[in-house]
């Protein structure tokens, strides 16, 4: 007999969303957090440039809105953008609580920038922000005892009844069995898609589970087509999605190809520090034309000590690939790096469905629309984290849990044919990478689409017929998520934002989301 546990909240994701969403909730609730890997494991730990918010005299929030608004292309909610512009400065005080140590000069915050930000207003810690964040949040939590942490169990599916979200099944990676989480309330947290390509800057937790299980519960999924790369990942035959900041174009950081002539300002005035929209279709458009793999991006000229002071990470990163990078430009190349769409919410992170939340880069609040501006994704994380907990912590009663069924696996058997669920994962992502990329046109997309109906069958029988993996949990959600967002994207016929297709290159005065 499986096991069966009963919890206030069920919190599945343990990033820089959940984590605080377990600090922000009732000492009196009893909580389950849970994490399919390691609990420091998924994007919060590797964020670098740091998180925005106006901390500076001569910054205002009228500003910060305008800015994220300009970057989001006519499709943000400017309701949802200002309530996280102005609960920014609140969720960097909740951080420094925490224990957060932001990099400051002299007394005051060192505030650097990135693409979209007209005015200095991303705070950080060096750059290993997300790292400092997510080693505070997780020492916090470990010390309440009415949290209870579940390392390596990755949920399926949620409990549905009655329209009414009841908790999860969830794989137990020790023991092998599925055990049901029954909740009051559950928060999904997590995290992106970005893993669905090939190439990305994500670690390998972001598969889109949680879209792809809200979506199987009914619930309304926002914009999916707007799937940003970040323009600078490291090229190198052995580094394996690593990050180079946006922070360093910020600090003056110059793009260029390999025989040292620039190029951004052929395509826009903002030049390096343009939306990641624009740069990365730069890159992408200057290494197609002239058939090279790489461009480069060129911070040497501030010097040894500097570099070493603000970018300790990645100096020490690229000296381990054999890149002086006080001396030396670093080859670069655009990645997959953040799901602007997702489940849609209200400000308080709840969803369609009774008693089922979603914050984080799982959720679809409306503040990043076509494309999101830098360092507001650990903002949204923050704010949406204390305001979904202030509503749960208003509404838990003490009513019954809900029976269910325990997770019948009497008719499936141990898999001979692993070797379908690793060629099916490396498809999806080639497809997605290939066809529904940087640069799209209707004949791709609809390829990937046929292609996609096809493997999700084959995926199905996969599932009807062995014993259930960690493996085939995620393969089943990368291909649910990139049906959506390709179906998103055959939806827009137009380009805005980070959706560009070339069929219909240019911006239509329809400025609707895309739900399915
Ligand atoms: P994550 O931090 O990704 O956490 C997801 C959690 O969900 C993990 O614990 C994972 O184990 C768990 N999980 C997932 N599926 C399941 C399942 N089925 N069952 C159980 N658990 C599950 N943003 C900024 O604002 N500023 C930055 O400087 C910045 N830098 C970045 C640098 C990099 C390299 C990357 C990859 C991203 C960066 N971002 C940055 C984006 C930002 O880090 C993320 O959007 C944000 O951290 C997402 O946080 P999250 O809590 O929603 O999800
Ligand atoms: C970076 O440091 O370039 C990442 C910032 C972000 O994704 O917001």
Same mark, same amino acid.
């Given at each position: ?11 599945i994701g ?10 922000q ?11 399919? *890997?390691?609990?420091?494991?998924g ?21 910060? @809105? ?6 989001a ?15 920014a ?11 957060v ?19 200095r207003? @991303? ?8 790292q400092? =964040?997510?080693?505070?949040?997780l020492?916090? @939590?470990?010390?309440?005892?009415n =949290?209870?942490?579940?390392e ?18 969830i ?14 309330k ?20 972001s ?8 979506? %199987? ?46 190029f ?12 990641? *929209?624009? +740069? ?11 058939g ?7 911070? !040497? ?29 670093i080859p ?13 919410t ?18 679809h ?13 650990l903002?949204e994380?923050? +704010?949406f984290?204390k ?22 696996? !009497?008719? +499936?058997?141990?898999?001979k044919?692993?070797? @379908?669920?690793t ?8 497809i997605?990478?290939n066809?529904?990329? =940087? +640069?799209?046109?209707? %004949? ?5 689409n ?13 599932? !009807? ?12 959600n ?20 980070l ?16 739900? =399915?």
């Open positions: 007999m499986s096991k069966q546990h009963q919890f206030d909240v069920l919190i343990t990033g820089s969303a959940g984590l605080m969403s377990a600090l909730l009732s000492k009196n609730l009893s909580i389950a957090l849970i994490a399919k *890997d390691q609990l420091l494991e994007s919060s730990f590797y964020a670098q440039g740091g998180i925005s918010a106006v901390l500076d005299a001569h910054d205002n929030f009228d500003a910060h @809105v305008a800015d994220t608004l300009s970057a292309c006519g499709l943000a909610d400017k309701k949802a953008v200002s309530f996280m512009v102005e609960n400065p609140a969720a960097i005080a909740s951080l420094e609580e925490s224990g140590n932001f990099t400051r000069s002299n007394q005051d915050y060192h505030l650097t920038t990135e693409g979209g930000h007209t005015h207003r @991303v705070a950080h810690v060096a750059d290993k922000t997300g400092s =964040i997510q080693v505070n949040l020492d916090n @939590v470990k010390q309440y005892e =949290i209870t942490l579940f390596e169990y990755i949920a399926i599916d949620l409990l549905i009844q009655k329209n009414q979200c009841h908790g999860a099944y794989l137990n990676k020790h023991t092998h069995q599925v055990e049901s989480f029954v909740a009051h559950t928060i999904l947290a997590t995290g992106g898609a970005s893993k669905i390509y090939r190439y990305t800057s994500n670690p390998d937790t598969t889109g589970d949680g879209i792809a299980m809200a979506k %199987r519960a009914g619930c309304n999924i926002v914009n999916m087509e707007f799937a940003q790369f970040h323009p600078t990942c490291l090229y190198h035959p052995h580094a394996k999605s690593f990050l180079i900041s946006e922070a360093i174009r910020g600090e003056g950081g110059q793009l260029h190809l390999e025989n040292g002539e620039k951004m300002h052929k395509y826009d005035g903002r030049g390096e520090l343009a939306p990641r *929209d624009i +740069v990365a279709r730069a890159i992408d458009s200057e290494m197609k034309s002239g090279f793999d790489c461009v480069y991006l060129d911070i !040497s000229f501030k010097g040894k000590d500097w570099i070493k002071k603000h970018f300790p990470t990645i100096y020490a990163k690229c000296k381990d690939f054999g890149i002086d990078i006080s001396k030396q430009s670069v190349v655009p990645a997959a790096h953040y799901t602007c769409g997702g489940i849609n209200d400000l308080n992170g709840k969803t369609d469905l009774t008693n089922l939340y979603a914050i984080g880069e799982v959720a609040t409306g503040v990043h629309g076509a494309n999101r501006m830098a360092s507001n994704s903002l994380c923050i +704010v984290a305001s979904c907990a202030r509503d749960i912590n208003h509404q838990i009663s003490n009513s019954n849990y809900i029976e269910f069924e325990p997770w019948d696996a !009497s008719r +499936v058997e141990p898999s044919e692993k070797v @379908v669920i060629h099916l994962w490396d498809e999806v992502r080639s997605m990478w066809f529904v990329g =940087i +640069v799209r046109s209707d %004949r791709r997309l609809n390829y990937a046929h292609r996609l109906e096809q493997i999700e069958t084959e995926v199905n029988e996969y599932y !009807s017929l062995y014993l259930i993996s960690s493996d085939l949990i995620e393969l089943r990368l291909v649910k998520t990139a049906q959506i967002i390709i179906q998103s994207a055959l939806f827009r016929d137009e380009s805005r934002g959706h560009f297709n070339e069929d219909h290159p240019s911006q239509s005065k329809n400025t609707k989301n895309t739900i =399915i």
